[in-house]
């Protein structure tokens, strides 16, 4: 009598079957634990973002009257000094003092400044890579942003002393405003494909934070119109793993390359042309500034304004993997890239781009900037 069962080769087949089942989920642990330490990143950039928004408002960052900027010697106080409200153009770390046609576009770098000025003077600008590219008319200069710092006030007696040299804020204290201080704190486990763990407060019934120190922030203010207005789009740009003293400026940490921008609609399709390929290295997620101007009138000397400076951050939705090298002698890389954001409508022959290692992540807002001081 034949008793029911299966054979041999049935029980192999089973097992081979079993055996690819099981070889594909382990296939997609290492994508798993990507998506989640992209998604780790992701929260902390929110975190670090809304932050940094409040943190600008609450210490009123948006006042000049509480700047502080390098004229090559000295601190100075940014409201104090004439031609303070000028777009500026790359040939003068100060502000000028020709007589003010539009408000200029500033860059708001307490811990760039804390940490790097008076040490390396080319940090009183955005970005302290000085454009020396060729694609502008002759004599046009390409703008730059002033950086102002964060400004430590001289008291007398108790009373705040105008009249004695301004400081930016210590490095410490740099430090605490622009570092984030609610990045969630993760338990990392001893086996290297497990994913971190979001360790909660038993008492408060929610995630515990801790400064990761991983994430910073430093921000740009735009005029939002003609410049007539104070009016301004604030950006807060948030930097994973900000490179900082003692290390020296990191040379491609603040770089510049040219770019032709093929339609500039929401940003659109365009090409990156560099140096060398690492001046063109971007990836997917990544966030560069787009600088540009309307004007072809040549600058006279170096204290040159231009009334019609663009400064605009885009997204890089996509990158080409890999950079072409078009020519050897000179040596030219270009990358194809595709960027989101407001339409550019700048000539690409007046255009640059800055790519800043790091920035991950890009908050606007519009504020009122008190263009009129209370001291001076």
């Known amino acids: 009598m034949k008793r029911p069962g299966i054979t041999l080769l049935e029980v192999l087949f089973a097992m081979l079957v079993g055996t690819i089942g099981l070889l594909g989920a382990i296939s997609l642990l290492p994508v798993a634990i990507e998506q989640a330490n992209k998604g780790r990143e992701a929260d902390a950039q929110v975190i670090v973002g809304e932050a940094a928004v409040n943190e600008f408002k609450v210490r009123g960052c948006y006042l000049p009257d509480l700047w502080v900027v390098w004229d090559g010697a000295n601190f100075l106080n940014f409201n104090g000094q004439a031609g303070a409200w000028q777009s ?12 003010p ?20 003077p080319a940090y009183a600008q955005f970005p302290y890579s000085r454009p020396t590219l060729n694609i502008f008319p002759s004599g046009v200069r390409a703008p730059v942003m002033i950086r102002a710092g964060m400004a430590q006030f001289a008291m007398n007696a108790g009373v705040l002393d105008v009249a004695r040299p301004y400081q930016s804020v210590s490095r410490q204290f740099a430090e605490t405003v622009c570092f984030s201080s609610d990045e969630l704190r993760l338990e990392r486990p001893e086996e290297a494909t497990s994913p971190a763990i979001t360790t ?44 900082l003293p003692p290390f020296t400026p990191d040379p491609l940490g603040e770089r510049v390359s040219g770019i032709t921008v093929y339609d500039g609609i929401t940003g659109g399709d365009a090409v990156l042309h560099g140096a ?25 000397g170096v204290t040159a304004e231009d009334p019609q400076a663009r400064f605009s951050w885009y997204k890089v939705i996509s990158s080409e993997a890999t950079a072409t090298q078009t020519s050897t002698s ?42 009129t001081s209370l001291w001076y």
Request: with cysteine.
């Open 200 to 243: 909660f407060d038993e008492l408060n019934m929610r995630p515990e934070t801790v400064p990761d120190r991983q994430f910073s922030w430093f921000a740009t203010m735009c005029p939002k119109t003609d410049g007539q207005s104070d009016e301004y789009v604030l950006s807060i740009a948030v930097v994973h793993r900000r490179p």
């Open 88 to 99: 500026h153009n790359g040939t003068a770390a100060s502000p000028s003092t020709s007589p």
């Open 101 to 120: 046609q539009q408000a200029a576009a500033f860059c708001y770098d307490p811990l760039g400044v804390a940490n790097y000025l008076p040490g390396t």
């Open 276 to 300: 060398t390929e690492a001046d063109v290295a971007v990836r997917n997620g990544d966030w560069i500034m787009l600088v540009g101007t309307t004007n072809t009138t040549p600058g006279a």
């Open 330 to 371: 000179p040596e030219n890389w270009d990358r194809e890239i595709t960027l989101y954001g407001p339409d550019w409508t700048v000539p690409t022959t007046q255009t640059y781009a800055v790519l800043m290692t790091g920035v991950t992540a890009v908050f606007e807002r519009t504020i009122r900037v008190q263009r």
